[in-house]
C-alpha cells in the first residue's frame, strides 16, 4: 500500500492559481500512475486529472483543460497539480490517488491521500 499525502490547498479568489502537492511513501513511486480527484459538498468524487508512471503523458477532465497542469517527480516521489484560473465551482476537497493500472481510468481505484481542501470566492 502506498501512502499518499496532500498539501497546497486554501482559499484564492477567483481567477487566481494554488499548487497542490502529493507527497508518496511506502512503495515505489513510478510503479503508478498518479490521479487527482476532487469531491465538492453534497456531490460524488470526480477525477480530475492523471499522469503516467512516466511523467510523460496527462489526460484531464473537460472542465480543467487549458487551466490545471498536472506534473510528478519521481525523484522526490511528488506529484503535484498546478491549478490557475480558478472558478468557484473548482471549490472541492482535493484528493490524491496512486493506480497500479496501465489503463487510462476515471474511476475510483487505488490508494487515496486524506484530501485537502480549494476553496474559490467568487
Known amino acids: 500500500q502506498v501512502q499518499l499525502v496532500e498539501s497546497g490547498g486554501g482559499l484564492v479568489q477567483a481567477g487566481g492559481s494554488l499548487r497542490l502537492s502529493c507527497a508518496a511513501s511506502?512503495?515505489?513511486?513510478?510503479?503508478?500512475?498518479m490521479r487527482w480527484f476532487r469531491q465538492a459538498p453534497g456531490k460524488e468524487r470526480e477525477f480530475v486529472a492523471r499522469v503516467s508512471r512516466s511523467g510523460g503523458s496527462t489526460y484531464y477532465t473537460d472542465s480543467v483543460k487549458g487551466r490545471f497542469t498536472i506534473s510528478r517527480d519521481n525523484a522526490k516521489n511528488t506529484v503535484y497539480l498546478q491549478m490557475t484560473s480558478l472558478k468557484p465551482e473548482d471549490t472541492a476537497v482535493y484528493y490524491c490517488n496512486a493506480d497500479p493500472r496501465l489503463i487510462i481510468a476515471i474511476n475510483a481505484y487505488g490508494s487515496w491521500g486524506q484530501g485537502t481542501q480549494v476553496t474559490v470566492s467568487s
Open positions: 511506502g512503495r515505489t513511486f513510478s510503479d503508478y500512475a
